[in-house]
């Protein structure tokens, strides 16, 4: 039996899966906890990752592995490769208005214009979430820390070279779907690449004032092998596949089809689909990210998921049962209460600033299991406008695979259907996004290919008579919406969201 491992180092944990490489069999798996925050050393994924490989019983007898992460994070490293300040996380918004003033100067001061400009350059409007705005945060307000910077890294990247010995900035490596996240790269096949003049409009340089110098990551192609384990671990015998993105790797994992979509309720709430084609959103809903396999992955994604059922769930003083439980007794609409979920501002729609809101509070709504369902259909509700983003993009869903943490709760599969309209197939729990990144390990221990065929996950299909009030009441509410402060905004969607 040849085994191949994949890690997923996400923003709240490392998880480390062991697979047959041939049929997909799980053998063995760990996890270790990151810390909590949107500003974090690097290493302490590092220590993560090795706790949750030596968990999973080591990687001595495993033949390759990948590693997927969380998109954006901002690594910077110096001459020696050592980190020069903590990773700002992709939920980190304190760039929202960098985002907003790259947006507009590549317009000539134009918000219109310079998003229909970034769009073109590579495919994506950029949020406060892009690596791009935070290298411009970090050039206005830590320009020493800025004028350090060798090489910028993102965490699967940075995590794979570690694997293999850190020894040279050189050795970089990443992927096409994690390059596509950062804002300063084309991920077009054909006439794409990194986009150094972005770069340095991001860190206020001109292209011969030192950013031509700073290295980033090559490229490596979907299948390929870019480089071997750190021979001093006694891993020299590991193959390193090319890693990917957390979304990408999700996708890859589930086995994504044409249209179906990806509804992920992690720390984040993200929808996806496969397509051939680059979408090309001048509103900056839609990010024309690139997918694990060479063709596109459209992309929308919303700061709050399942943290906001958690917060609901101390509120109320209620475990995940009791909470599914109040949440059945309530009736569809909740009586009229509305939850809009904006708890950690929100990026799709472009909101950075906003706060949650409760709309229709009466004496009959205001009880306890009316708020735990108003919770559910709110982030719900959240996630339609996702879908429907993606349709206005020309991206076809005929159905939702449902997956992440919020995806365990009882309440959020029952009313999955009815508020996203759609069939929704929800698999057996499980790291698919591990899973992904151990399939694209597969791949690359046996040559540039598709990724190996393993078992189809069996799932559980629900159908639902659609809640379009539900949908019309969260529309009217978040409709009302805005920014706590004044803050120059890119293009919003002309769709309420």
Request: proline share 7%; glycine share 10%; aromatic share 4%.
């Amino acid at each position: 039996m040849t085994l191949v491992a994949g890690i997923d180092s996400s923003t709240q944990s490392c998880k480390v899966v062991v697979r047959d490489a041939q049929t997909g069999e799980l053998v063995r798996s760990g996890s270790a906890p990151h810390p909590e925050g949107t500003e974090i050393d690097p290493e302490h994924w590092w220590a993560a990752l090795r706790a949750a490989v030596k968990q999973a019983g080591g990687l001595a007898d495993v033949a390759a592995v990948s590693v997927a992460a969380q998109q954006h994070g901002m690594i910077c490293l110096d001459a020696a490769g050592t980190v020069i300040r903590p990773a700002l996380l992709w939920n980190d918004t304190r760039s929202a208005r960098a985002a907003n003033d790259l947006v507009a100067e590549l317009g000539d001061g134009d918000p219109q214009a310079g998003a229909a400009a970034w769009v073109d350059a590579v495919g994506s409007v950029p949020v406060a979430s892009f690596t791009v705005t935070k290298l411009r945060w970090l050039a206005d307000h830590e320009p020493v820390a800025a004028a350090r910077i060798a090489a910028i890294a993102l965490p699967h990247d940075w995590l794979t070279w570690r694997l293999s010995g850190a020894r040279s900035l050189d050795t970089l490596r990443t992927d096409r779907s994690d390059a596509s996240g950062t804002g300063y790269y084309d991920p077009d096949p054909a006439s794409g690449g990194y986009r150094r003049d972005l770069l340095a409009l991001a860190l206020r340089r001109s292209e011969r004032d030192g950013v031509d110098s700073i290295r980033l990551p090559d490229v490596a192609g979907p299948g390929e092998v870019v480089g071997h384990g750190d021979p001093r671990a006694g891993l020299g015998h590991l193959a390193l596949g090319p890693g990917c993105g957390d979304n990408a790797a999700a996708a890859l994992g589930l086995g994504l089809h044409p249209r179906e979509c990806l509804v992920s309720l992690g720390t984040s709430g993200v929808v996806a689909a496969v397509s051939d084609v680059r979408p090309a959103d001048a509103s900056g809903s839609v990010a024309g990210f690139a997918d694990a396999t060479g063709r596109y992955l459209p992309l929308a994604c919303t700061l709050n998921a399942s943290r906001v059922l958690d917060a609901t769930r101390r509120l109320l003083d209620v475990d995940h049962d009791e909470f599914d439980a109040l949440v059945r007794t309530a009736e569809a609409g909740a009586d009229g209460l509305v939850f809009v979920p904006y708890l950690q501002g929100e990026r799709t729609p472009n909101l950075p600033d906003a706060t949650g809101q409760l709309h229709g509070l009466t004496l009959t709504s205001m009880t306890r299991p009316n708020l735990a369902r108003a919770a559910v259909e709110g982030l719900l509700c959240l996630l339609a406008d996702g879908i429907e983003v993606l349709r206005g993009q020309g991206v076809p869903v005929e159905r939702a695979i449902l997956v992440g943490g919020g995806a365990r709760s009882r309440a959020v599969r029952e009313l999955a259907s009815a508020v996203l309209g759609l069939p929704v197939a929800i698999p057996p729990p499980g790291e698919y996004v591990a899973d992904g990144a151990a399939r694209q390990a597969a791949t690359a221990l046996s040559g540039d290919g598709p990724p190996p065929t393993w078992h189809d996950t069996h799932t559980t299909t629900h159908t639902a008579t659609p809640l379009p009030d539900v949908l019309a009441r969260y529309r009217t509410a978040a409709a009302q919406i805005t920014p706590t402060r004044a803050v120059p905004t890119a293009p919003m969607p002309t769709k309420t969201a």
